[in-house]
């Protein structure tokens, strides 16, 4: 009986050595089978979650492009409309241009007809001195020294006032010898002459003056006309063999 229970306990380590070197063996086969199925799963899994997502995915990008689609004929329209307001602004601007233009165009033409007009008017009133100066210079016959200086000092006022009148761009009319002229020339005598064609202005009692294109005053002047017949020529024209 002693010798039979070294035996036993040899047999069932030998026994235990063998199931442990099975399962050494067996493990690392487990393992690596486990490995590959857990990544075959893991891929599977991705692949049905790629092909569950798609379709979820493509609806949400139409829906974008048909807002973007919207949102850029919007901003055509909107472009358009803006094109067309800033068209409309510009003609506009031009003819309140065109407007401003015309308004000070004819605003410095009035000015400058008012200033005209306020010239004339101011010479005109000045004009009736002038001939007073003139008739003085005509009639006056200075006697001594005295009345010489008098004459030459009143004289000089009087040139002075006629250089101020030609600065201003007044001239004298001189009719004497031309055709008579109603826009020029008032005819307050007549005369029956042979000397001069008929219509001359052949005297001029007040003096006439223009400012630029602008009669000022008319001449008062003595027209020339064709004599009268006497009875003996109109019977010599009546009776022309006799």
Known sequence: MAEEIP????????INENIQDVQAAVEPNVNLDSSPKVENNKEVSE???SQETEPQNFE???QEIVLLKEAYESLQTQLETT???LEEKDSQYKRLGADFDNFRKRTEKEKEELDT????????????????FERARSQIKPANDGEMAIH????NVYKQMVESLKKLGVSRMRPEGEEFDPNLH??????????HPEGTVIEEFVRGYILGDRVLRHAMVKVATAPESTDTEVENQSDPES
Do not use: G, H, W
């Open 60 to 62: 949400p990008m139409s």
């Open 47 to 49: 692949d049905n979650t």
């Open 152 to 155: 030459k000092s009143y004289q």
């Open 83 to 85: 094109q067309f307001q």
């Open 7 to 14: 035996f036993t306990e040899t047999k069932n380590q030998q």
């Open 186 to 195: 008032e005819a307050v005598m007549r005369e029956a002459t042979t000397e």
């Open 117 to 132: 007009q306020v010239k004339c008017a101011t010479i005109i009133e000045i004009l009736p001195v002038i001939d007073n």
